[in-house]
């Protein structure tokens, strides 16, 4: 199994694009979230999804959007993007289960916004 | 709103044991949970308590205690190795498998 997987990993834009952040698992887990991190920051969460179909906003949603068509892919869209959106983009994922905190994270994305 | 507090900070000497603390203030709780994460990389996961108590996994425990909003990492016998920031996060309800982290203890491991 390759885990979670996101790409790009590093990624620089100029204030007012847009662009995706893919993130895919290959576990089968139900539930798939997107953190940010800012330098010596813990992880906020921006979205989140308990099933394909299903989606919610989670501590710091504004100018991102999400959508879970498949069990697999959980995209980030940045809609126009900030200087403030310049940070490491984490997704993760975890099943329905016995240990349902256990939290598996991808490599992440590294996004400059200039 | 929601709160996390740990030690920014923690220096120890590798065969040393080492405890971060966590208190946390959450409008609901359904367990703690801690992470570990080196530079570059991603968190993954080390231990998890939903109820009062000790856990242990090898040469790292965690405890809870529920009444005291407060749980803690016990680190044994220290190797360089787990120089990395630790997290301790809150889940808040069963149905969101999301959840909300503390800003990290970084631990410096010395020879």
């Known amino acids: 199994n390759a885990g979670v997987t996101q790409t790009p990993k590093f990624q620089v834009l100029k204030t007012g694009q847009s662009m995706t952040l893919q993130c895919a698992q290959d576990?089968?887990?139900?539930?798939m979230s997107w953190y940010r991190q800012d330098p010596g920051m813990g992880l906020r969460l921006i979205h989140y999804s308990v099933g394909a179909g299903i989606t919610d906003q989670g501590e710091v949603p504004n100018g991102y959007n999400v959508s879970r068509s498949t069990t697999e892919d959980f995209p980030l869209r940045l809609l126009s993007a900030a200087p403030s959106q310049t940070s490491v983009y984490f997704c993760?994922?975890?099943?329905?289960?016995?240990?349902?905190?256990?939290?598996?994270f991808g490599p992440g994305t590294r996004l400059t916004v200039t | 709103g929601q709160s996390l507090e740990q030690p920014s900070e923690v220096t120890a000497v590798e065969g040393a044991i080492v405890q971060i603390n966590c208190t946390y203030q959450t409008s609901g709780f359904y367990g703690l949970s801690w992470y570990q994460q080196h530079d570059g990389g991603a968190p993954t996961f080390l231990s998890y308590n939903a109820l009062d108590g000790l856990e242990e996994t090898g040469r790292f425990s965690s405890f809870l205690s529920r009444s005291d909003s407060y749980g803690y990492l016990l680190l044994q016998e220290l190797q360089m190795k787990d120089s990395a920031s630790y997290f301790c996060a809150v889940s808040m309800d069963t149905g969101r498998r999301a959840l909300t982290f503390g800003s990290g203890t970084r631990l410096q491991v010395q020879p």
């Open positions: 576990m089968n887990h139900e539930y």
């Open positions: 993760a994922s975890s099943y329905r289960g016995d240990s349902p905190y256990e939290q598996y």
